[in-house]
Each structure stands twice: as structure tokens, then as C-alpha cells.
T-cell receptor, first 117, second 114 residues
């Protein structure tokens, strides 16, 4: 159990276009989902936290107008990178937290590799 | 976003030896810690966790030690195998704005040689 999926697993887009990444909790309901970004040979950096039905909370330095997050249901959150640029190329990873206790259990998706040309 | 360090040190060990991976965390108020394993191109995989009211926890072939005095965590892997080769991250839970978020450490690459 506790599987988190992401779609697509990789995507290539042209500079200036937007791309949407989906994160789904397949067998549990997640009140909270988190989006991380990871550059090569670096750690995961938390971008934002999204709670179902409310606005996402962004970490300092993350542009909320560029990285649009929608948490439409207890099993789906989306991250849209708007007007993508080559520096947005990265590995984007989502995670989902159980709705019910233990509150700390958090499961990660397989990641989405974004390349902006 | 928050982060701890931008380098990725490497620990090289011989197959069969024990590995010890260290991590320094930042927030003295953190009360829950997790070790993750990440293979190339994949998401983090849970290994073992520990709460701040403990100083040691054991799993299968893995042990986590917590020293709150110096804000230090370690992951010990017994009889390291080639399949253990990956990047290992510690993560701490930080309370912020009414919810908890996981903040990752810098990571250590473990290379297991036959």
C-alpha cells in the first residue's frame, strides 16, 4: 500500500511553454501533498505544501506565479511550471501524507524529469 | 526553499563491511527524523525513522542513532551489499504554520565495491 504515482515520468518542453505534472496517491487519501525539486547531485528542496481545497504554501524564494499548485482532491495534486526556462530543468518529486494518523507517514512519488530546451 | 548544503560526499566501502553515514540536522525543535535511500532517477525510499524521545532504533540490517545534544544522526548499515549503493538522505520534521514538513539534509553517496 501507500503508493504515490507521478505523471509524466519525464517531459521535454520548449522554453516559454507550460508543463503540468500530476501527483496521485493511489491507495490512500492525502490531506497534504508536498512538492520538491532536486538538481543533479543535490538534495531535495521543498518548494511548496498543498492541502486539499486550500491554497498552497510556498517556501521562501519559490515563485508562486511560476509554479502553480492545485490540490483538487484527496488523491490528486498538480504542479504547473509556467513559462518554463532552461533553468527550470530539474527532477520534481511529490510526496503525500496520510489523512489519518500516524500523521508523520509520508510517501514519495518516483519523480518527474523536466528538461526545458 | 530550505536546504542543508549543496555538496554530495561519497562513502566507499567494501562489500560485507559495515557502513556508517552521518548527518547533522538544523532545528533543535525537530522531533522526528527519517533516513531515505534514493537510487538514480527515482524518488526517495523510506529506510528507518526515529522519534526524538529515542536515541537508537534498529531495523533489518540498519540502525539509526540520534544524538540530540549535538544534533547528529547516523545510519549504520550492516554487511553492506552492492544493492545498498545509492544516495542516502536524512530528513527532519519541522513544524511550520500549523503543519509538519520534511526538510532534507545534503545527502551522502554510498558506493559499495565488490
Amino acid at each position: 500500500g501507500a503508493v504515490v504515482s507521478q505523471h509524466p515520468s519525464w517531459v521535454i518542453c520548449k522554453s516559454g511553454t507550460s508543463v503540468k505534472i500530476e501527483c496521485r496517491s493511489l491507495d490512500f487519501q492525502a490531506t497534504t501533498m508536498f512538492w520538491y525539486r532536486q538538481f543533479p547531485k543535490q538534495s531535495l528542496m521543498l518548494m511548496a505544501t498543498s492541502n486539499e481545497g486550500s491554497k498552497a504554501t510556498y517556501e521562501q524564494g519559490v515563485e508562486k506565479d511560476k509554479f502553480l499548485i492545485n490540490h483538487a482532491s484527496l488523491t490528486l495534486s498538480t504542479l504547473t511550471v509556467t513559462s518554463a526556462h532552461p533553468e527550470d530543468s530539474s527532477f520534481y518529486i511529490c510526496s503525500a501524507r496520510y489523512r489519518t494518523p500516524p500523521l508523520y507517514e509520508q510517501y514519495f512519488g518516483p519523480g518527474t524529469r523536466l528538461t526545458v530546451t | 526553499g530550505e536546504s542543508v548544503g549543496l555538496h554530495l560526499p561519497t562513502l566507499s566501502v567494501q562489500e560485507g563491511d559495515n557502513s556508517i553515514i552521518n548527518c547533522a540536522y538544523s532545528n533543535s525543535a525537530s522531533d522526528y527524523f527519517i533516513w531515505y535511500k534514493q537510487e538514480s532517477g527515482k524518488g526517495p525510499q523510506f529506510i528507518i525513522d526515529i522519534r526524538s524521545n529515542m536515541d537508537k532504533r534498529q531495523g533489518q540490517r540498519v540502525t539509526v542513532l540520534l544524538n540530540k545534544t549535538v544534533k547528529h544522526l547516523s545510519l549504520q548499515i550492516a554487511a553492506t551489499q552492492p544493492g545498498d549503493s545509492a544516495v542516502y538522505f536524512c530528513a527532519e520534521t519541522i513544524a511550520s504554520g500549523g503543519y509538519n514538513k520534511l526538510i532534507f539534509g545534503a545527502g551522502t553517496r554510498l558506493a559499495v565495491h565488490p
